[in-house]
C-alpha cells in the first residue's frame, strides 16, 4: 500500500490544490464562517500523503474564513457514495468515477478521444470557458475543475503481443465498475479480467493477466517493472487520457454561498492556468520509464487501433456510456490540430 500512496492521491490533491488557490483568486474571505467537508481518498489512510496535505490546504483555508473537515477514505468507491449521500460537500476522484456525477465532465476520458497532451491542453482550456459552465453542472452536483493524470498505455508481458489481432484470448484487467473498459476489451477479442485500482498491478505482476492499461504515474510506485520483466513492453500510443475531477454539491453549497456561480467560473479558470505544473509531473513519469521498455506501433497497427477505438466511441455514445456533446467537443478539438484526418469529413460523432 506505501507504493500505492504515491499514485493517485499525490495527482488528484494537486486539483485540491488548485481548489484552495481559487479561493485566494477570488479573494474568498467570507464574513460569516463556511463550513465545509470534503472526502480525500487515500489508499493508506490517515498517514498517508493525500491525507496529510489535504489537512495543511485545511489550515490554510482558515484564513479565507473557511473551516474545512477532512474525511480520508482507503477506498475511492466509498468515498464517492458518501459524497453521494451528502455526507461530503465535495470529493476529488478520478473522472471516470465523476462520471455518475456529470456525464458530460466525465466523458472526457473516453477511448481514443484525446490522442496526445497538446490535445489534452486544448481540452482543458476549452473546458474552462464560461460559454460551457452550464454543462459542469448537473442536478445537485457541479464538477469545478480538471486535472490531467497523463496518458494511459498498454503494459504488456511479452513484447510480441504488438498487434490486435495479437492481443486475442489474452488476459486484460480492467475496472470492475467501469464498463467501457470490458466492451473495449472484448471487441480486441480479449478476456477482461476485474480487478480494482488496489489489485491490477499486483494481478500483472504476478502473472495473472497478460496486460493492464495505466499511466506511466505508476510505473515505478506499483511496481509494474515486475510484470514487464524481460519480456515486456509499453506501447507509445495513448489509448486514454485519464483526469481527476473536483466535484461539489453545489446545490448544498449554494445556500451558503449565494454567489457561488461567480466563484466557480474563477475556480475552473485559476486551474486551467495552472495545469502546466500537472502536465509536468506527468512528462517526468514517463522519463522515469525505463526506456527498454517503450515500443512504437508500426503506422499501420496506429491506424487500426484509432479505428477500433473510434468504433468502441460509437458504440458507447450510442449505449449512453459517453455523453454526445463531450465527444462532438473532443472531435473538434482533434480535427482543430489535425484537419486533414479522415475523420473529420464524418459525421457520426
Same mark, same amino acid.
Given at each position: 500500500?506505501?507504493?500505492?500512496?504515491?499514485?493517485?492521491?499525490?495527482?488528484?490533491?494537486?486539483?485540491?490544490?488548485?481548489?484552495?488557490?481559487?479561493?485566494?483568486?477570488?479573494?474568498?474571505?467570507?464574513?460569516?464562517?463556511?463550513?465545509?467537508?470534503?472526502?480525500?481518498?487515500?489508499?493508506?489512510?490517515? %498517514?498517508?500523503? &493525500?491525507?496529510?496535505? +489535504?489537512? *495543511?490546504?485545511?489550515?490554510? #483555508?482558515? =484564513?479565507? !474564513?473557511?473551516?474545512?473537515?477532512?474525511?480520508?477514505?482507503?477506498?475511492?468507491?466509498?468515498?464517492?457514495?458518501?459524497?453521494?449521500?451528502?455526507?461530503?460537500?465535495?470529493?476529488?476522484?478520478?473522472?471516470?468515477?465523476?462520471?455518475?456525477?456529470?456525464?458530460?465532465?466525465?466523458?472526457?476520458?473516453?477511448?481514443?478521444?484525446?490522442?496526445?497532451?497538446?490535445?489534452?491542453?486544448?481540452?482543458?482550456?476549452?473546458?474552462?470557458?464560461?460559454?460551457?459552465?452550464?454543462?459542469?453542472?448537473?442536478?445537485?452536483?457541479?464538477?469545478?475543475?480538471?486535472?490531467?493524470?497523463?496518458?494511459?498505455?498498454?503494459?504488456?508481458?511479452?513484447?510480441?503481443?504488438?498487434?490486435?489481432?495479437?492481443?486475442?484470448?489474452?488476459?486484460?484487467?480492467?475496472?470492475?465498475?467501469?464498463?467501457?473498459?470490458?466492451?473495449?476489451?472484448? %471487441?480486441?477479442? &480479449?478476456?477482461?479480467? +476485474?480487478? *480494482?485500482?488496489?489489485?491490477? #498491478?499486483? =494481478?500483472? !505482476?504476478?502473472?495473472?493477466?497478460?496486460?493492464?492499461?495505466?499511466?506511466?504515474?505508476?510505473?515505478?510506485?506499483?511496481?509494474?517493472?515486475?510484470?514487464?520483466?524481460?519480456?515486456?513492453?509499453?506501447?507509445?500510443?495513448?489509448?486514454?487520457?485519464?483526469?481527476?475531477?473536483?466535484?461539489?454539491?453545489?446545490?448544498?453549497?449554494?445556500?451558503?454561498?449565494?454567489?457561488?456561480?461567480?466563484?466557480?467560473?474563477?475556480?475552473?479558470?485559476?486551474?486551467?492556468?495552472?495545469?502546466?505544473?500537472?502536465?509536468?509531473?506527468?512528462?517526468?513519469?514517463?522519463?522515469?520509464?525505463?526506456?527498454?521498455?517503450?515500443?512504437?506501433?508500426?503506422?499501420?497497427?496506429?491506424?487500426?487501433?484509432?479505428?477500433?477505438?473510434?468504433?468502441?466511441?460509437?458504440?458507447?455514445?450510442?449505449?449512453?456510456?459517453?455523453?454526445?456533446?463531450?465527444?462532438?467537443?473532443?472531435?473538434?478539438?482533434?480535427?482543430?490540430?489535425?484537419?486533414?484526418?479522415?475523420?473529420?469529413?464524418?459525421?457520426?460523432?
Amino acid at each position: 500500500m506505501t507504493a500505492i500512496k504515491q499514485f493517485l492521491p499525490r495527482a488528484l490533491l494537486a486539483a485540491g490544490m488548485m481548489l484552495a488557490g481559487s479561493a485566494a483568486l477570488a479573494e474568498a474571505q467570507f464574513e460569516k464562517p463556511l463550513n465545509m467537508t470534503f472526502c480525500v481518498f487515500d489508499p493508506v489512510g490517515t %498517514k498517508g500523503d &493525500a491525507a496529510t496535505r +489535504a489537512n *495543511d490546504l485545511a489550515l490554510a #483555508a482558515k =484564513k479565507w !474564513n473557511i473551516h474545512t473537515t477532512i474525511k480520508v477514505y482507503v477506498d475511492e468507491r466509498i468515498a464517492a457514495e458518501d459524497f453521494k449521500v451528502g455526507q461530503c460537500d465535495g470529493v476529488v476522484v478520478t473522472s471516470l468515477r465523476a462520471r455518475q456525477f456529470n456525464k458530460f465532465m466525465g466523458s472526457v476520458d473516453a477511448v481514443g478521444a484525446v490522442r496526445d497532451y497538446k490535445e489534452m491542453r486544448s481540452v482543458i482550456q476549452t473546458l474552462s470557458s464560461p460559454k460551457l459552465f452550464p454543462l459542469t453542472i448537473q442536478g445537485d452536483y457541479q464538477v469545478v475543475g480538471t486535472i490531467p493524470l497523463g496518458a494511459a498505455y498498454v503494459f504488456v508481458n511479452d513484447r510480441q503481443i504488438n498487434s490486435i489481432e495479437k492481443a486475442a484470448g489474452k488476459k486484460v484487467a480492467v475496472l470492475e465498475w467501469d464498463k467501457s473498459q470490458a466492451k473495449l476489451v472484448q %471487441k480486441l477479442g &480479449a478476456q477482461p479480467v +476485474a480487478s *480494482d485500482i488496489t489489485t491490477f #498491478a499486483g =494481478k500483472f !505482476n504476478n502473472g495473472q493477466v497478460d496486460i493492464v492499461v495505466a499511466p506511466a504515474i505508476v510505473y515505478r510506485p506499483l511496481e509494474l517493472y515486475r510484470g514487464l520483466g524481460t519480456k515486456g513492453a509499453i506501447f507509445r500510443f495513448p489509448v486514454i487520457m485519464i483526469s481527476g475531477s473536483i466535484v461539489i454539491n453545489r446545490g448544498k453549497l449554494m445556500k451558503q454561498i449565494p454567489d457561488l456561480d461567480q466563484r466557480v467560473v474563477l475556480m475552473r479558470q485559476f486551474a486551467a492556468a495552472n495545469v502546466e505544473e500537472a502536465f509536468q509531473f506527468v512528462a517526468k513519469s514517463e522519463k522515469d520509464v525505463d526506456e527498454k521498455y517503450w515500443m512504437d506501433l508500426t503506422p499501420v497497427e496506429k491506424d487500426k487501433y484509432m479505428r477500433m477505438l473510434r468504433e468502441a466511441r460509437l458504440s458507447m455514445i450510442q449505449d449512453g456510456t459517453y455523453d454526445p456533446q463531450m465527444m462532438k467537443l473532443l472531435k473538434r478539438v482533434r480535427c482543430t490540430n489535425d484537419p486533414q484526418n479522415y475523420e473529420c469529413a464524418l459525421k457520426d460523432e
